[in-house]
């Protein structure tokens, strides 16, 4: 069993940053693909950020591309995300998963994820 959990969301303005963390336990991650979802009101959840076992390869959604920065600590069991000039459609709540997918490098479907953390919210304001 692995237990990720989120944190470092907050209300922040637009144009604002903000630097999510998931704390993972119970199994060490160091060969796993992790990465972000996020889940606005009213709305699917959808794949934001991934990032490959060794930190080699990431992929992000075109709507954060070139302004987050998903990264990994291994020797700490830990992911980032690094969201910069934040826009109000970013409001959303922000999950952290991992995934143990052998035929995708970087999955962006939720079934391809395993574990799930409880999430953290953000709100970009006006």
């Known amino acids: 069993q692995v237990q990720l959990v989120e944190s470092g969301g907050g209300l922040v303005q637009a144009g604002g940053s903000l630097r999510l963390s998931c704390a993972a336990s119970?199994?060490?991650?160091?060969?796993?693909?992790m990465a972000w979802f996020r889940q606005a009101p009213g709305k699917e959840r959808e794949f934001v950020a991934g990032?490959?076992?060794?930190?080699?390869?990431?992929h992000y959604t075109d709507a954060v591309n070139g302004r987050f920065t998903i990264s990994r600590d291994n020797t700490k069991n830990m992911v980032y995300m690094q969201m910069t000039s934040l826009k109000p459609e970013d409001t959303a709540d922000y999950y952290c998963?991992?995934?143990?997918?052998?035929?995708?490098?970087?999955?962006?479907?939720?079934?391809?994820?395993?574990?799930w953390g409880q999430g953290t919210q953000v709100t970009v304001s006006s």
């Open positions: 998963a991992l995934s143990s997918s052998l035929i995708v490098a970087i999955p962006v479907h939720l079934s391809d994820y395993e574990y």
């Open positions: 990032i490959t076992w060794n930190g080699g390869a990431t």
């Open positions: 119970g199994r060490t991650i160091n060969i796993y693909t």
